[in-house]
C-alpha cells in the first residue's frame, strides 16, 4: 500500500509541478487525501493495523503539506520572475514606445519649426510686396495728377496762348490805327487851321470836325492800347507761373 501511495505521490507532485497555477494543486491534494482516505478506509473494513495505516496517512498528509509549501514557493519564485520578465519587457517595450514617439514629436517638431520660417519668409515676401504696392499705387497717383495737371496746364497753356495770340494782334492792329490816326490828325490840324485862317480856298470846312472825331478816335485807341497791354503783361506773368512762358 505504501509503495502504490509513494507513485502515487510521485506521480501527483508532478503533476502539481507542472501547474502554475493554486487551483491545481489543491485539487491534487485533494485527490491524494481522498486516495489515502479510502486505503484507510479499507484497511479499517478488513481489519488490518488501522493503527499503521492511520500514521502512514498522517505522515503522508505531512509529506504532501511540504510538498505542496515547496510547490507554493517555487511557484511563487516562478511567478515572481514572470513578472519580473513581463515588467522587463513591458519597461522595454515602454522605452521603445516613448523614444518611437518622441522621435514623432521631434520631427513633428522640426516640421513645425520649418513651416513657422517658411511662414516668416512667406510674410515678409507678402509685406515686401504690399509695400511694393503701396508705392506703385502712391507713384500712380502722382502720375495720374501730374498727368491732370499737365492736362489742365495744356489746357490753360494753350487758352493763354490764344488770348496772348489776340491780344498781340489787337494791338498790333491798334498800333496801325493809331499810327494812322496819327497822321490823319495832323494833315486835318494843317487843313483845320488853314480854314479858320480863310487863308487856302481848299480847306474844307469840316476839316476841324474831322479832327476833333480823329483825335476821340486816337484817344479810344490810346485807352484800347493800355488795357491789351495790361492783358498781355498779365498773360505773360500767368504763362511764367506755369512755366510755359
Excluded at 519580473?84 to 517595450?93: G, I, P, S, Y
Excluded at 480823329?214 to 503783361?233: E, F, S, T, Y
Amino acid at each position: 500500500m505504501n509503495k502504490q501511495s509513494d507513485g502515487l505521490d510521485d506521480e501527483d507532485v508532478v503533476v502539481i509541478e507542472q501547474r502554475d497555477k493554486k487551483t491545481y494543486i489543491y485539487i491534487g491534494i485533494a485527490a491524494v487525501i481522498g486516495i489515502a482516505a479510502g486505503g484507510l478506509l479499507g484497511g479499517i473494513l478488513s481489519g488490518q493495523r488501522w493503527e499503521q495505516a492511520y500514521q502512514s496517512l498522517e505522515s503522508r498528509y505531512h509529506q504532501l503539506e511540504q510538498a505542496n509549501q515547496k510547490t507554493l514557493v517555487t511557484s511563487d519564485q516562478q511567478t515572481r520572475a514572470q513578472i519580473q520578465q513581463l515588467t522587463k519587457e513591458f519597461d522595454q517595450k515602454l522605452a521603445e514606445e516613448k523614444s518611437h514617439y518622441q522621435q514623432q514629436v521631434d520631427e513633428l517638431n522640426a516640421q513645425i519649426a520649418t513651416l513657422t520660417q517658411e511662414k516668416s519668409a512667406l510674410d515678409k515676401q507678402l509685406s515686401d510686396q504690399q509695400s511694393q504696392m503701396s508705392q506703385v499705387n502712391e507713384r500712380n497717383n502722382r502720375l495720374n495728377r501730374q498727368a491732370d495737371l499737365q492736362a489742365s496746364l495744356f489746357e490753360r497753356s494753350r487758352e493763354l496762348f490764344q488770348k496772348e495770340l489776340k491780344v498781340k494782334q489787337s494791338l498790333e492792329s491798334l498800333e496801325k490805327e493809331k499810327e494812322t490816326l496819327q497822321q490823319k490828325i495832323k494833315a486835318l490840324k494843317k487843313e483845320c487851321d488853314l480854314y479858320l485862317e480863310g487863308t487856302s480856298w481848299d480847306a474844307h470846312s469840316d476839316a476841324c470836325d474831322q479832327q476833333d472825331e480823329a483825335n476821340g478816335r486816337l484817344g479810344k485807341v490810346n485807352q484800347l492800347i493800355r488795357v491789351n497791354q495790361m492783358d498781355l503783361k498779365e498773360i505773360q506773368s500767368l504763362a511764367k507761373e506755369l512755366g510755359v512762358e
